[in-house]
């Protein structure tokens, strides 16, 4: 059996592919998010590949090699930069190293001077050094695959709850409807902001944890459109027959409401991704987020704005912040046109 | 009648109990040897001028001029007992006791008794003498439930016992515990209060919220807008003015403090000229944000001043309770691979010096013979492979019996994260792997003192003399709430802190507090930071300083206030004209960096 899209989805296809700059921006941003997943290829203080008497390594993913395997005093991770120095006048033993050959938490001091240091080809920092000698591109790439993932992971779950919620709101009514009004009226009353930052001073956040509280707050905002395409859908005479033919609840909101009211769910993907971004990097720009020394584009930006004689570390990555949500909003605007009701939908 | 009698007992027996203080009909003991000072070095400058108003900044309104009571514990609270006066103050120099209130003192033969003959010349600001009676007031005042400050309460009660008056101009004040005489004095050097204006304490605390108290020393309160600026003026005719270690000092007419609630906004004040003064300490002032024009051209002038002073304890406080750090090996292998150097010369740009002993900058008290531990990956490689910590698993980190030698550090500042995460891969090198614990500055000090931490990253600045019970001694360890942070207990450590703190004789206190600096830095569960030995301000050109611009405890004095420290700085009028017209027509002056080290002391 051929797998075939249902024709209006084809369209819907076709028309977010008509719009440029919507189309070339997903294009972009998947492959970005894609690269991200391999960042330690691209961006590492380990080597790729050492060819060493004889031997071939592939340290990148795998446990540490000390020093002492290559020939130095030291029992404590290889110096893969110190060895391609070494092995700069040897013709037997090579070493390749990853584009930006600095990892996200080291720290490279030099005598003499001090962090942060500007952009540098020659120490290949090509966006130059946080306060503490971290190089800021390796910061800045680490840092969106942290939050980009948090996003997409938050998204995730907080669609599969709003949307659940919402619907059943909608296909029940009633008391229960009435009920879930009333309590999300009361939690969507509470400080989310405060609330975190409660939680971050008495207990350290990690990924998971964040993700939790951040749920707690961030399921709402669906269920109300939820709530409402449900009420209007199950009005609906396909709903009427599957519900005369037998069907259960879940089958009916699941199976049969929920494909429908799709396009209220994926026109607010892309916005929703945006705000997963920027309330880890508020949270991390207030200090309330991941614990250091975990690169984050929040971090980040709070050393800069403190830094402002430093440039270099704001405008990194207040331009990748920029760049990243703006494609994104390309992206939202384009699912949005794709998906615009007036375009394929016929009222009876 | 029965009713009456009764009350009347009741009443004198609460008069026989409660009074500590009386008019006693007992005299003075004999052959008392009454001792004063005047042959210590005077530390104002004779060249300073008066005049001129001194501008500060205040990042909040107070929230009441009570310098007891709620709310009174706010920072302006020093301002207010900066101009109290105590009976005797204490040379910031030589430490020697200097008259103040009282002229002369002695010493009872047990050491819980000070007398004093009291200045007939002192005046409370409202023109009213300052009499013995006040100083029995003060007792009556601290333990009062009246003024809602239980700490207080507590303390007059516990460590004054009584205070007597001989006559009008003597009196002896007394503690319930002896103390050695060098630190006698810092318990029973009492402040008068003004019984006449207090009178009634019923409703102190809001009655006496916005009330200006009578004091005695060189300023008072003149001028309160609420929310924005409160301005002290100088007592023209202060009684104190031409006493030895009084002359020359607190000079400027009014200091005015203003409510500016940013530090960022309150530099940029300072750099427009609005602002006399700013305290640059922290790197981040000293070496980037005091540089530009206004230094260059010499109008700001900036002056590094070293101290020796008490220096807070901060360091690695290792809890013995973890399994981990019963081991010494571990505790010791964790000192050799702490490269604190590393972050003081790379990252702090060297401003800061090791520290060595726990107690350092305590003068006599510091055991200048010890010597942190050096980094050094071999020393603690091998104690961590005595520990059992020998293999190394897949990530560089140790391992022994399937445990990872991970260990957490509690601390509470978001400024110190850059250091220790220089540490972390620091310590990553020698196989231990340290997860940043870093929670507000009241969590983690919580949870430092219900001894969950690992390690606490931090801490304690106390009184001038050091002090070892209540960190030390086992009696505090393996419990909550107490500062044995490191849960040492050591039979050794007991003895000498039991021998420590009976001890009246001064030589033989100084030699047991070097052997306790001494057993803590055999014992490791301390593993010492680094000292800020020093203060760095900038000022504008027209404020002026002695030859020497500050003294050994109190650093450069920018203080209006303190009595022992402050005010020995003046503001040169004719030089602000100068320099304000001179900075409008773009002339200029030859930059100041001023760096003074008489105070400083060598521990390398």
């Known amino acids: 059996m051929r797998f075939q899209l249902n024709p209006l989805t084809l369209k819907k296809i076709q028309r977010f592919k008509s ?155 009633g008391l229960f409807d009435l009920l879930f009004q009333r309590i999300i009226e009361i939690w969507s009353n509470i400080p989310f902001l405060y609330v975190i930052m409660i939680v971050s001073s008495i207990m350290i956040p990690n990924f998971l944890t964040l993700i939790a509280i951040i749920l707690l707050f961030g399921w709402i905002q669906l269920t109300w459109y939820m709530r409402t395409i449900t009420y209007k859908e199950k009005a609906r005479e396909y709903v009427m027959a599957a519900k005369a033919l037998g069907a259960s609840h879940s089958r009916v909101i699941f199976q049969h409401i929920l494909p429908n009211t799709v396009s209220i769910i994926i026109t607010f993907i892309p916005f929703s991704l945006t705000s997963g971004i920027i309330a880890l990097t508020s949270l991390d720009f207030l200090g309330f987020g991941l614990p250091a020394p975990t690169p984050s584009w929040g971090e980040l930006l709070s050393q800069g704005s403190n830094n402002l004689e430093s440039l270099w570390i704001v405008s990194s990555v207040v331009v990748s912040m920029t760049v990243i949500l703006v494609m994104v909003a390309f992206i939202g605007e384009a699912v949005r046109e794709a998906f615009d009701p007036k375009k394929h939908t016929t009222y009876e | 009648m029965k009713k009456f009698s009764i009350c009347l007992i009741a009443i004198l027996c609460s008069a026989i109990f409660n009074s500590s203080f009386s008019l006693a009909s007992t005299s003075l003991p004999k052959n008392l040897h009454w001792l004063t000072n005047d042959q210590d070095p005077v530390y104002s400058s004779p060249n300073a001028s008066k005049g001129g108003t001194l501008r500060n900044m205040l990042e909040s309104f107070p929230l009441t001029l009570r310098y007891v009571g709620p709310d009174s514990n706010g920072s302006f609270r020093s301002a207010i007992l900066g101009n109290h006066m105590a009976l005797v103050e204490e040379h910031p120099n030589t430490f020697n006791l200097i008259p103040s209130l009282a002229t002369h003192w002695a010493y009872s033969d047990d050491n819980t008794t000070m007398y004093f003959k009291l200045n007939p010349n002192a005046k409370w600001s409202d023109g009213q003498p300052v009499k013995a009676s006040d100083y029995a007031f003060t007792l009556e005042f601290m333990r009062s439930k009246d003024i809602v400050a239980p700490w207080y309460n507590t303390y007059y009660k516990d460590q004054i016992k009584e205070v007597i008056i001989y006559d009008e101009h003597t009196i002896s004040v007394s503690t319930n515990q002896p103390k050695p005489r060098d630190e006698l004095h810092s318990h029973i050097s009492i402040s008068p209060t003004p019984k006449h204006f207090y009178g009634d304490l019923s409703g102190f605390v809001r009655k006496f919220n916005w009330k200006i108290a009578p004091n005695t020393g060189a300023y008072q309160i003149s001028n309160i807008k609420k929310g924005k600026s409160i301005t002290f003026s100088r007592k023209k005719n202060w009684w104190a003015k031409d006493l030895k270690y009084f002359k020359n000092r607190f000079n400027v007419d009014r200091v005015k403090y203003s409510v500016i609630r940013d530090l960022n906004i309150g530099w940029e004040y300072f750099l427009k000229g609005n602002l006399d003064f700013f305290s640059i300490t922290l790197p981040l002032y000293w070496h980037q944000k005091a540089t530009g024009p206004e230094f260059d051209n010499g109008y700001i002038h900036k002056l590094w001043f070293y101290t020796d002073a008490p220096m807070p304890s901060v360091g690695l406080w290792l809890n013995q309770d973890k399994t981990i750090f019963k081991d010494i090996n571990v505790r010791l292998g964790l000192a050799h691979a702490f490269n604190i150097e590393k972050v003081n010369q790379q990252v702090l740009r060297g401003d800061y010096t090791r520290k060595h002993s726990i107690h350092s900058g305590f003068g006599k008290y510091t055991n200048l013979n010890i010597k942190a531990r050096e980094y050094d990956l071999n020393k603690a490689n091998n104690y961590f492979n005595k520990a059992g910590w020998k293999q190394r698993g897949d990530d560089g980190i140790r391992i022994k019996d399937g445990q990872r030698l991970s260990i957490a550090v509690t601390y509470g500042h978001e400024a110190h994260t850059p250091r220790l995460v220089v540490l972390k891969e620091e310590y990553k090198k020698a196989g231990v792997e340290l997860v940043l614990r870093k929670v507000d500055s009241a969590a983690s000090f919580k949870s430092v003192l219900e001894k969950k931490h690992d390690v606490w990253w931090g801490g304690l600045i106390g009184g001038r003399k050091p002090q070892y019970w209540g960190q030390f001694h086992s009696e505090n360890a393996h419990k909550l709430q107490t500062n044995n942070f490191t849960n040492t207990d050591d039979a050794k450590i007991d003895s000498m802190i039991d021998a420590y703190r009976s001890a009246m004789n001064i030589e033989e206190r100084i030699k047991l507090a070097h052997a306790l600096q001494q057993r803590i830095h055999d014992l490791g569960a301390w593993i010492p930071r680094l000292d800020t030995p020093y203060s760095r301000i900038a000022y504008w050109r027209w404020v002026k300083f002695p030859d020497i611009p500050g003294t050994r405890i109190g650093g450069p004095s920018v203080s209006a206030f303190d009595l022992a420290q402050g005010g020995l700085f003046w503001i040169d009028t004719k030089q602000k004209k100068t320099t304000l017209t001179a900075r409008k027509k773009g002339k200029t002056f030859t930059p100041v960096t001023r760096i003074d080290e008489t105070y400083r002391v060598n521990t390398q």
Do not use: Q
């Open chain 1, 19 to 173: 719009i440029r700059r919507g189309y070339y921006s997903f294009i972009i941003f998947t492959v970005i998010v894609l690269l991200s997943c391999f960042a330690e290829m691209l961006v590492n203080s380990r080597a790729l590949l050492v060819h060493y008497e004889g031997s071939w390594y592939f340290p990148t993913y795998g446990a540490v090699i000390p020093g002492k395997v290559f020939g130095f005093d030291y029992e404590y991770e290889t110096d893969y930069r110190d060895l391609e120095k070494r092995f700069s006048n040897d013709s037997e033993n090579f070493i390749i190293m990853p584009l930006i050959p600095y990892n996200a938490y080291e720290n490279d001091l030099k005598a003499a001077k001090f962090p942060p240091f500007p952009p540098s080809i020659e120490d290949k920092h090509y966006l130059g050094t946080d306060t503490t000698g971290r190089d800021v591109a390796a910061r800045l790439i680490y840092g969106f695959r942290t939050a980009i993932f948090f996003s997409l992971i938050l998204l995730v779950v907080s669609y599969l709850v709003g949307v659940s919620i919402g619907a059943a709101m909608g296909y029940f009514g």
